[in-house]
């Protein structure tokens, strides 16, 4: 099992859940995170962490979310990691109850 960055992070990327994190299993991209699932020790911390409930079990995905597992796995592969927290976007708090925000990920 690994965990897995959804939709709802996108264009929020609070980064909450990095701070918590014991090993460097987050990536960074241009308005969203990622987990590396080669990395990610299971440990369930950044989960509760998520103030926007983006982050799930693989095994507990919300329906139509199950893409996110290849999708955090290709983009872990090239963006860099990120191991400090970081304020969010400005506008972080406008995009914190939008959903089907998928169009909107810059990669």
């Known amino acids: 099992m690994t965990y897995v960055v959804t939709e709802a992070c996108i264009r929020c990327k609070y980064t909450d ?10 990536h960074e991209g241009p308005n969203f995170l990622v987990i590396d699932p080669e990395v990610c020790i299971d440990c369930a911390l950044c989960e509760f962490e998520c103030p926007v409930d983006a982050i799930y079990a693989d095994d507990r995905l919300p ?8 999708l955090n796995a290709r ?9 400090e927290r970081k ?13 089907e925000k998928l169009d909107y990920l810059e990669d």
Request: hydrophobic content about 40%; overall charge negative.
């Open 17 to 26: 859940c990095v701070e918590v994190c014991p090993v460097d299993c987050f």
């Open 63 to 70: 329906a139509g979310q199950e893409h996110f597992i290849d």
């Open 75 to 83: 983009l872990a592969q090239r963006w860099p990691v990120l191991s």
């Open 87 to 99: 304020p969010a976007p400005p506008d972080a708090d406008d995009w914190a109850g939008v959903s």
